[in-house]
């Protein structure tokens, strides 16, 4: 069956950057709006990032705009984000996911999803 495979993630300081990696297997890559969302505890699963097939577009959740980037390599079936400026508040469950219908922040348009990484920020 689709998996996605997250990795990257990690414990780091305050100020630091991550880059995390989305591996997807079974499914043809270029033809899913990927998006990456985040799960603190407690809280409600919250979109970080979203990159269409083409790389043409990319959206970002109000919370990372300057500080995130998303990419992906069609060839390597693989979606990243580049983490800058972390902070704290960052700190949650990191998952990857794909729409085959547009994609978007709306998690419930998505097919697919990984098992997630954590991502601890510390102080």
């Known amino acids: 069956q689709v998996q996605l495979v997250e990795s990257g993630g990690g414990l780091v300081q305050a100020g630091s950057s991550l880059r995390l990696s989305c591996a997807a297997s079974r499914l043809i890559f270029s033809n899913y709006f990927m998006g990456w969302f985040r799960q603190a505890p407690g809280k409600e699963r919250e979109f970080v990032a979203g990159?269409?097939?083409?790389?043409?577009?990319?959206f970002y959740g109000d919370s990372v705009k300057g500080r995130f980037s998303i990419s992906r390599d069609n060839t390597k079936n693989t979606v990243y984000l580049q983490m800058n400026s972390l902070n704290p508040e960052d700190t949650a469950v990191y998952y990857c996911?794909?729409?085959?219908?547009?994609?978007?922040?709306?998690?419930?348009?998505?097919?697919?999803w990984g098992q997630g990484t954590q991502v601890t920020v510390s102080s």
């Open positions: 996911a794909g729409s085959r219908t547009g994609g978007g922040s709306n998690p419930d348009v998505y097919n697919y």
């Open positions: 990159v269409n097939w083409s790389s043409s577009r990319t």
